[in-house]
């Protein structure tokens, strides 16, 4: 687990005040939610209703739309300003049914959703046994969790940068792969599959990359965080810092994405152990 807990009150202002500038910036969340969706093709589940966890400005739930036109879609977001912008995707009398709440605290019934998909949402909870555990709960027994999340190799250059500046956390914590791997298991999910890649954006200054951060609302939102603001002077240590990554003219900044999916057991399964029914998986790939 993370020596450092997420503020989630934090997070949730952070991404309301970012609703009108996050999708000019999401440009990285695009590309892992399309990568994550894609990977539904191997999946024959024909859901009835499909909730999009973490929804932001509803752009994975018009995906979903499209993507499972007989199911009813539901977008839930903790930021409300987020929904705001969700409740438009999809088409006249086919949109999505926006829910504000948290996603720990789901205001689901038991048993009430085919599919849960979450794309670099779950990175924000401050309780991720409690977060899967709710996943479970309002899963039918043989439904499917479809998820990405950042793993703590993300932002590794800023770390460092800051790193070498103070010793307060600026970044906010991921878990390992490995650590959520675990969680599965244990929250009672059946065949959980976890697998991880790094995806590197560039820039030319390391103010572009914090600006990219800002408009989308991805603030340090560690309960451990340094309180005020920070002086230019450390600042500029920080830009110095980071310079020693500059090649080829860019400055990288790398995202560890972590992939997994889990499926809700037909029946209550012992600790440890984990099946799922053979005719809900696809052995290729849909055209």
């Given amino acids: 687990m993370p020596e450092t807990l997420i503020d989630k009150e934090r997070a949730r202002c952070s991404f309301s005040r970012s609703a009108d500038s996050y999708d000019e910036a999401a440009v990285l969340q695009r590309e ?8 539904l093709d191997l999946v024959t589940l024909q859901p009835r209703a499909v909730l999009d966890l973490g929804c932001g400005t509803g752009g994975q739930a018009g995906q979903l739309l499209r993507r499972y036109p007989q199911a009813r879609v539901y977008a839930l977001d903790f930021a409300l300003p987020m929904l705001a912008h969700a409740r438009r995707k999809g088409r006249w009398l086919r949109r999505p049914h926006c829910v504000c709440a948290d996603m720990e605290q789901l205001p689901l019934a038991d048993n009430s959703m085919d599919l849960i998909c979450s794309s670099l949402a779950f990175q924000w909870a401050g309780d991720p046994q409690s977060l899967y555990r709710e996943c479970l709960r309002v899963l039918r027994p043989g439904g499917l969790l479809m998820f990405t999340t950042f793993g703590p190799d993300t932002l ?11 010793d307060h956390v600026h970044v906010s914590p991921f878990m390992d792969m490995h650590d959520l791997g675990d969680i599965l298991v244990n929250s009672g999910y059946a ?16 103010d572009d990359l914090m600006r990219d951060l800002k ?5 340090n939102a ?10 230019k002077a450390r ?53």
């Fill in 222 to 231: 560690a309960t451990r965080r340094q309180r005020g603001l920070t002086g």
């Fill in 32 to 39: 892992v939610s399309g990568r994550m969706l894609q990977r």
């Fill in 215 to 219: 408009h989308i609302g991805a603030h």
């Fill in 235 to 287: 600042m500029q240590a920080m830009r110095d810092a980071y310079e020693g990554f500059r090649s080829e003219g860019v400055l990288p900044a790398t995202y560890e994405v972590v992939y997994g999916h889990a499926w809700a057991p037909e029946k209550p399964q012992a600790p440890g152990r984990a099946s799922v029914p053979l005719d809900m998986l696809s052995t290729e790939r849909a055209d």
């Fill in 156 to 166: 590794r250059e800023l770390r460092a940068a800051w790193a070498a500046v103070d």
């Fill in 191 to 206: 065949a959980p599959v976890m697998d991880v890649e790094r995806i590197t954006l560039t820039y030319a200054r390391v």
